[in-house]
């Protein structure tokens, strides 16, 4: 079993910052690209950043500069770093990883998402 684990999520007030955090747990043998995804209410799931095994990171243009993507691999575990948040930024948010479990002694390569943490920007 494969659980992945978000934390962090909250109320702040425009300007503010929000860290989140995404615990991957089980069976892992590896875990290639991780991210973050947001769905607003009415609207499809988007990408907000990705990270690679290697660190490379891509970001949606709305948050360059904002936010910050990093991972910790000893922890199996990826954060989101939200300063300057806008009311824009409220939404689910949620975490997404690409990794290969093993049970059983055989081993799949899956692609996992968390439950979802809830961010909301007003004042």
């Known amino acids: 079993q494969v659980q992945l684990v978000e934390s962090g999520g909250g109320l702040v007030q425009p300007g503010g910052s929000l860290r989140l955090s995404c615990a991957a747990s089980?069976?892992?043998?590896?875990?290639?690209?991780m991210g973050w995804y947001r769905q607003a209410p009415g609207k499809q799931r988007e990408l907000v950043a990705r990270i690679s095994s290697g660190g490379s990171t891509n970001y949606a243009d709305s948050v360059k500069g904002r936010f910050t993507i990093s991972r910790d691999n000893a922890k199996n575990t990826v954060y989101l770093q939200m300063n300057s948040l806008k009311p824009e930024d409220t939404a689910v948010y949620y975490c997404?990883?690409?990794?290969?479990?093993?049970?059983?002694?055989?081993?799949?390569?899956?692609?996992?998402w968390g439950q979802g943490t809830q961010v909301t920007v007003s004042s």
């Open positions: 997404n990883a690409d990794l290969k479990y093993c049970s059983g002694g055989d081993c799949y390569r899956n692609n996992y």
């Open positions: 089980g069976s892992i043998f590896s875990i290639y690209g």
